[in-house]
């Protein structure tokens, strides 16, 4: 990270210049490093440390296929001009190759140092095939004859068989076999993913699981696919890919075949990473090298398990003392009977859920409900990811099964999750369900439902606006915060934005709502100058903003306007910040906080002080270019001043007080965890809204 200079100027600072910004990539392998340190904190429970390394893994996957793909192929282009914090592509690309190797050395030193030994202590080993007792071995051959062999596919390298083909995230084996007659050979064997990548093994005496990996299992059976060969060499490697999915869409006839086509091609992207063991000798990497058409910086080389995603099987032993204690959900007091008629409970007053330690039942039970009442005239909501087994899904098609109109907006282009978008929209169109893909150049992120019920002689509107995804699984890891409400101004403005996305709507502005790419940018901008007028009118002002990622330069320079007028601002960021707080005359005012914890901190709020009459907004974008600029996006207010009070207090406030979880990121785009002082009480936000239960009393 670049240094900075602190030292006070009677010049006015220039709030562009770099010096000001940290760099996006870079910033985002910070997180990964504050992830590791959950890995590697010993007041975690064991196999929750397993499961955040193993988070680790699946994080930098997915960095190297999107943030590494898009920067080889900036300097591919010959792309020089540099961004907001002075970087060019090519020394991006030269900063991140080696931060992110650092980051994968360190988490396989802590799994062979502290995790593994820790693990084998509590009867849990995961051993090197070498390491079993000879009847173990033997009882594994059997299984490895039985389970493994089929599927095998052993590819020779020779003048007749070119090099095959590497897919995405494969992990493989080279293999180095001497013939009779004393010629070598190379051949490549996939270690398939179909099959668990760790494999029970027999154990003994006290020690109660025992697992090896999938490639060590089979690289100690190779006799079986070569056989009459000598097994010289076998080395492991994994191999990553391109997995930026780029959408012609103004070309393409039909999207979804496009979409198709488009994932389908993520197997054969570029090679972003050549991940090896140590003992690769430089002949096999080089050959590896020249057939992936990969460069020697992909390269890294690593002791210990080549895929850390892998580990997650792990967190399936059951140790229940060595996880933490299951999170029971709670429902508001207002919702618990089975018969609540949940349209009057929302007519009484808004309610706010704070997932996950409120349940998502209520959610389900809304759209449940629309589904069967018989008053309910339409239903229409987006999906952005709904997961397997959808039961948000199962809802949608019992609507439309008992006659409602249900117009549903699937957005196709939600990374990683393409193919289950598409399965779930010919499902919903199969049905009858009117279901658009979204906005031409547009990604549809915003989460909302609406139903529309016939109530007497007029018609009422509700809304369930969220932070998060329709999904049941994510919203029991995933911290968000949703508002069910039958406002009528939101209702309205929820009609228009509908009618935005199936149909032709040049609608500018919204009521309570506020839509990117329409006019979110700019309501967030008019609240923070507002707040900076306040403060110049002898009203002190203050803004809270809790968010996944803060990127957008023009409003991190409007934060730093603030901060210069004298406005307190309060960030809670959980991963890529490019602000850089304490500098003097630019952002002395401003504090930045991250929480890594147990839940994936998921939630954006927008708290502004407003001159004593606080507002507050929930959100489901980050401020970032993508989310302000090239997506569907909507902010809606906490209009309740109890439910606002809760937020500011009992969220916000305990995010801001955290001492357990909570990291403060320093000038340089470094991050100090926070400590306990000696006269202040341990704060672990995510705990203690699980403990105190305070959200079921928004009901």
Known sequence: MAEIDNSPSEIAPDLESPHLYVNRELSLLEFQRRVLEEAADPRVPLLERVKFLAIVGSNMDEYFMIRVAGLKQQVAARVVEAGPDGMSPAEQLTAVQVSAGEIEQKARALWRDELLPALSKEGIRVVPHARLDPDARARLRVEFEDRVFPVLTPLAVDPSRPFPHISNLSLNLAVVVRDTGGREHFARVKVPATLPQLVAAPSSGRFGHTFVLLEDLVAANLDTLFPGMEILEVHPFRVTRNADVVIQELEAGDLLESIEESVHQRQFGFVTRLTVGTDMPPRILDDLLVNLEADRADVIRVDGPLALTNLTVLAAVDRPDLKESPLLPVVARSLE?????????????????????DSFGPVLDFLRAAATDPDVLAIKMTLYRVGRNAPVVKALLDAREEGKQV???VELKARFDEERNIEWARALESEGVHVVYG???????????????????RIRRYTHLSTGNYNALTAQAYTDLGLLTCDDAIGADATHLFNYLTGYSAKASYRKLAVAPIDLRERVERLIEREIEHHREGRPGHVIFKMNALVDRRI???????????VKVDLIVRGMCCLRPGIPGVSENVRVVSVVGRFLEHSRVFWFRNGGDEEVFLCSADLMPRNL???????????????VGVLREEVLGAYLADNMKARVMNADGTYTRRVPKDDEPIVNAQSWFAKARAVPRLG
């Open 556 to 566: 991190i320079r409007m934060l730093y306007r603030a901060s210069q007028a004298g």
């Open 439 to 457: 906005l031409l150049g547009l990604k549809t992120h915003s989460k909302i439902a609406l139903v529309v019920r016939r109530e007497g002689d």
């Open 407 to 409: 117009a549903v907006l």
């Open 337 to 357: 009977r089975k018969d609540t008629d949940i349209f009057s409970v929302v007519r009484a007053g808004d309610i706010l859920l704070h997932h996950p330690f």
């Open 629 to 643: 600029n090239g997506r569907v996006e909507v902010m809606f207010p906490v209009g309740d001043p109890h439910l």
